[in-house]
């Protein structure tokens, strides 16, 4: 099973905490998932912002080599109702690709305030979207599977 991270490089330090976080979450997910304890296969996309997410969910839903996608990334509310615009680009255009495709996302986008609220969602495991994101994605797929 092979799955595809899509992580948006604004905000990349913070975006790079989750990253790292779905990569822990996908190599213990390996583990409890195959008796030869190897991960997940993966493959990380990165994209400039949030708001060209959905096009490479387009992209990769439409090769068929996944099973699954992770979308993450950090969007910081700022003095603008550019933050509104996309913030909501970004969720219309992932259900979308969703539907569309047929193919399970777990959408971990943090939108927040500020970057200290991003910051507490980027942390350890236990609060990490990014680590957060693979149990979505691995729960998905074992509801879609055990539904053929």
Do not use: W
Not at 33 to 53: C, H, Q, T
Not at 102 to 124: G, T
Not at 132 to 141: G, N
């Amino acid at each position: 099973m092979k799955i595809a991270i899509i992580v948006s490089q604004f905000n990349a330090e913070i975006a790079d905490r989750l990253l790292a976080g779905a990569e822990r979450g996908l190599k213990d997910a390996g583990q409890k998932n195959r008796s030869d304890g190897v991960a997940l296969e993966y493959e990380i996309f990165k994209v400039p912002g949030a708001f060209e997410i959905p096009l490479m969910a387009a992209h990769l839903a439409e090769l068929k080599r996944f099973a699954g996608l992770i979308a993450l990334g950090v969007v910081i509310k700022g003095e603008t109702d550019h933050y509104e615009m996309v913030c909501r680009g970004c969720v219309d255009g992932i259900m979308r690709v969703m539907l569309d495709y047929k193919i399970p996302i777990a959408f971990e986008v943090l939108m927040v305030e500020d970057a200290k609220l991003a910051l507490a969602r980027a942390d350890d495991d236990s609060t990490n979207k990014g680590f957060v994101a693979v149990e979505v994605i691995m729960e998905m797929l074992r509801i879609l599977c055990s539904k053929q």
